[in-house]
């Protein structure tokens, strides 16, 4: 595809723009790190940034995609409403958890060969006009076959069967919430929710209320990853 000078300016600026919000973002977190503060105030640290560009211009999903590309240390998600959503690193804490969780899914994938599992560095387009970035994700492998190339090389436009997110310490429980709700609206059939700080897992599955399991061992896949269980010890 070729790119036009106004296009890689405005890509440029809208880089530049994301990379001043992260840094406040930062900012803002080491301020409200102080343990003072916390004792006083409770953690009120941020994890993201919700910005709409709409009074300058619609972001079209091969713009979001370039930006995501450009600035690959970044986090973005975008939001049905076309919002960018600048998200901090992972701390070391969480991304060791996350390698532990992502390790297993894939050990488990590579005997069963059930389909493709996916890191937190993989973007989808979701039926509902989203871009998530969920912590681990899995697809069966006849419905990612049917995908072209290009599909598969960029922001797969495919809702995952299987998702989970891991809250970390920053992440707001009712904004996570609210994304694996988002998840079930857009046809994903099973979603796991783990918040390591109350030892708590949420469970959506499609149609059915929300399972809120306290303290739990372990976890089954269900028939949706089948003969997979997640020890839960290296995590809680």
Known sequence: MK????YLSFLNYLST???RKLSKLHEA???CYDDN???EYGDVRMNAYTINFDVITKINDEQFFQLCRN???LKLEQNQNGEIIIMSPTGGETGNKNAELITDFCLWNRRQKFGQIFDSSTGFKLPLGSKRSPDVAYIQQERWDKLTQEEKEKFPPIAPDFVLELKSKTDSLKEVQKKMQEY?????KLGWLINTEKKQVEIYRQGQEKEVLDNPQTLSGDDILPEFRLDLALIF
């Open 17 to 19: 723009f994301v990379k």
């Open 29 to 31: 977190n080491n301020f």
């Open 3 to 6: 790119i036009g000078s106004r």
């Open 184 to 188: 079930m609206d857009n046809g994903v």
């Open 71 to 73: 600035n690959p240390e």
């Open 37 to 39: 503060l916390v004792k």
